[in-house]
């Protein structure tokens, strides 16, 4: 793939590099700044830029051989392409659509000067790659993907219970958790507006963070959590506002069972009538152990509600939130670009963006919490947490509810907003709390409570005056609540009758006598959390309790090892104990590997603290759990930030020009 020589002449953007590696973007336009972030991301995550690229192409599958089949035909099955000659042109504003292929050309830029480093380039990136790349990933975040494999699950799993608590404790999937904290000036023991920004994402992968800082002469200015092959900052602050984001999981998909015709397995009943449903065939590019590409033929169906598939138990159409959406990253911008609170909720009303909560802080002191969702105006007396019939086209939804009545709380009296996971209907003081009664059901709101959110109530929650140094305390915390899930699996082990067994009466004890915390000196977190997880999965509590002693036993010699020797951060030549474990505020989640240890692989990832002091001036903090090169091994910022992360310490973020004066280690043109 080559870059014309005169290319990057049009863009008229410099790189600097800080003393840890952060790219500190400057540009006269904006679309000069999107085309340095563009070629300061393939510097440092080519490789992960590239596999987007391939996922939003349906090419997965030619990489990667059969693993990647569905994804390719989900990129099929949602019609991304389509949406994208349908809409991209006319849906966007020509200067976001500048932006985005500034940014792509950036990226290619790179490859054309690194054809060393790039071997497996694919055809040059394009701005429409980034947005189908946007619209394929984004219904995911409220758990698309999971209704799609539960329907299209074999008759005998079809509508089993999702694992996902299991599978997330177990760490079989990583997480797609996140903490966010707004303290207005009176909740402030200095009055100060303070804000935490801490997704909980995999380590590496499409989904990692990536650390930037972005300046235009055109008034964006941002810094935060990017994505790599987005342009745009996704979370973190600009000189005026901030904001952290959560994942939320209302009900923003609908499934439909069709009646088809006996005669003819195309059609479906629609209002007492047949229609046609419309049908192609896709070939999939399979890559095969000797190297060489198999196509595989897969069905792909869609009806008035959208895509469809056929089961081994039915037919069924899906109509969910995201569909036929291109102006994600119009959102995007206007969100970065915002200036006040006004200027920001006016961006979150194009309601472009189909799910995420959003906890807000600014320079003025507001703070607010926004449940978002594109939530269809459903037909009341319906229940739409199961299937609908697919027949009557009153049950298709065609309008979406407005941003300023979706659930949202604004300056509480109480000055605190949060959220982690859990309902907005707990996302204060209770006395603050939004009512779920002021909601109709037909939004699916969810109803549940993590270890995380009671943590909240019990540390920020319970201190009324917060200084910065509690501040950060609070988002550091090790404990599991007494309300949680693993705090009532403890009891449950506490309550068994385990008779003379000396070992098992030991185990119990050691239990029993857990003080909750999962600091790396702990020696009963081992045990009780391995015993907690199994007894999540189904198992009873002496049987986890059995099973939990013997792997202790079989890796360590004992079944109370201080909890850092099991949990490790592995990066590089480093192998360091972690505080912290699955639902914790300071949350960790690992993989186990051969020798028993669990290597963190996801959970606190970039975390970022904001603040502006009572006359509004801005300071702001972060730390990375790597460094800034996400996959340069012999880059020193590989894994020089994986310290302070395991320290639970953070460095200052160099926001301005004069907070950069002095720490610039590089500074080039991008191909110089």
Known sequence: MLVAPTQAAEYDVRIRRDDWGVPHILGKTDADAAYGLGYAQAEDDFVT???????????????????????DYMVALLDVWGVIARRYDKDLPADVRAVLDAYAAGVNAYVAKHPDKTKAAMAPVTGRDLVAG??????????????????????????????????ELSSEVLPTGSNGVAVGPSRSADGATRLLVNSHQPFTGPFAWYEAVVQSGEGWHVTGGFFPGSPFMLHGHNA????????????????YTLSINPANADQYRLDGAWKALEKRTVQIQVKQPDGTLKAVEREVL???????????????????SGQDEVRQAQQYFALNKARSLAEWKKAMALQALPSINYVYADAKGNVGYVYNGKFPVRKEGVDWSGVVAGD???????????????????NPKSGLVFNSNNTPFRASDPADDLKPEAYSKTLGVQSNMTNRAWRVLETYGADPSITDA???????????????????????????????????????????????????ANRGAALSMLSAIAIQGGATPLAALKQSMAQLKSFYGRIDPQWGEA?????????????GGPDIFRAIYGRPGLDGRLAAAGGDTYVMFVAWDKAGKLSSRSVHQFGAATQDRASPHYADQTPLFVGMRTKPVLFTEADLAGHIKRDYRPGE
């Open 567 to 579: 949990s490790r951060i592995r990066r590089g030549a480093l192998d360091m104990p972690v505080d």
């Open 240 to 255: 005026h506002l901030g904001w952290a984001n959560t994942v939320n999981n209302p009900d923003l998909a609908d499934v």
């Open 392 to 410: 009557r086209s009153d049950l298709i939804p065609k309008a979406l509810i407005a941003f300023p009545k979706i659930p949202q709380l604004w």
């Open 49 to 71: 830029l590239r596999l987007g690229t391939l996922t939003a192409r349906a090419l997965l599958a030619s990489e990667q051989g059969p693993s990647g089949v569905d994804s």
């Open 302 to 320: 869609r009806s008035v509600h959208g895509p469809a598939v056929r089961t081994d138990h039915g037919v069924f159409a899906f109509r969910y």
């Open 134 to 167: 946007m619209i394929f990933n984004s219904p995911n975040f409220y758990g698309l993907d999971g209704v799609f494999r539960r329907t299209m699950a074999p008759a005998k799993t079809a509508g089993a219970a999702s694992p996902l608590v299991t599978a």
């Open 470 to 520: 509690e501040f950060d305390a609070y988002k550091y915390d090790l404990t599991y609540s007494v309300q949680s899930d693993a705090a009532k699996a403890v009891k449950a082990i506490a309550d068994l009758d385990v008779g003379a067994d000396t070992d098992l009466a030991a185990a119990k004890a050691l239990v029993a006598g857990w003080d909750r915390r999962t600091d790396v």
